[in-house]
């Protein structure tokens, strides 16, 4: 079997937790931060969890992961 290719872009963004579940950052957090309000600022400080629709397509990109 031939070594499988990781998409960089993906592996950059994306990683895996103890579990096995699949976290990003957020969008919406690196500028124009003033309007936004703390509360929600806050909220997208940690990471999130991908949807379970879209792991299939995450496993595909990052085949190691």
Do not use: C, F, Q, W
């Not at 290719?5 to 699949?22: F, V, Y």
């Not at 936004?36 to 400080?45: G, M």
Request: net charge positive; charged share 30%.
């Amino acid at each position: 079997m031939p070594k499988l290719k990781t998409r960089k872009a993906a592996a950059k963004r994306l990683r895996a937790t103890g579990s096995g579940k699949i976290v990003h950052r957020p969008p919406s957090r690196k500028h124009l931060l003033e309007h936004k309000s703390a509360s929600r600022r806050r909220r997208l400080a940690g990471v999130s969890v991908v949807n379970d629709r879209d792991t299939d397509n995450v496993h595909l990109m990052l085949p190691y992961l």
